[in-house]
């Protein structure tokens, strides 16, 4: 499992955020917690991770794409 980054903000658990027209999986992956869908379109300072309380902030692509990647591969 990837270690997702603490927020900046207040120190929750960060969870991805998924920027694109969204599948039905990732729309049950949003239900269930497990990432963030962001709309369809990034802007430059679009986050990349955000924790429960609804802190946004940008990190590696790399890492969030890679969080992302293994919510799908859990299913």
Do not use: N
Not at 12 to 21: F, K, M, S
Not at 27 to 47: K, N, T, Y
Not at 55 to 69: N, T, V
């Amino acid at each position: 499992m990837i270690e997702h980054p603490a927020c900046p903000r207040c120190g929750q658990a960060g969870r991805p955020v998924l920027i694109g027209l969204p599948s039905p999986e990732a729309f049950e992956a949003a239900e269930r917690g497990l990432l963030v869908l962001g709309g369809c379109v990034e802007w430059e300072h679009s986050p990349h991770w955000m924790c429960r309380a609804g802190h946004g902030w940008r990190g590696s692509e790399e890492l969030q794409q890679a969080a992302i990647s293994a919510v799908f591969d859990a299913d």
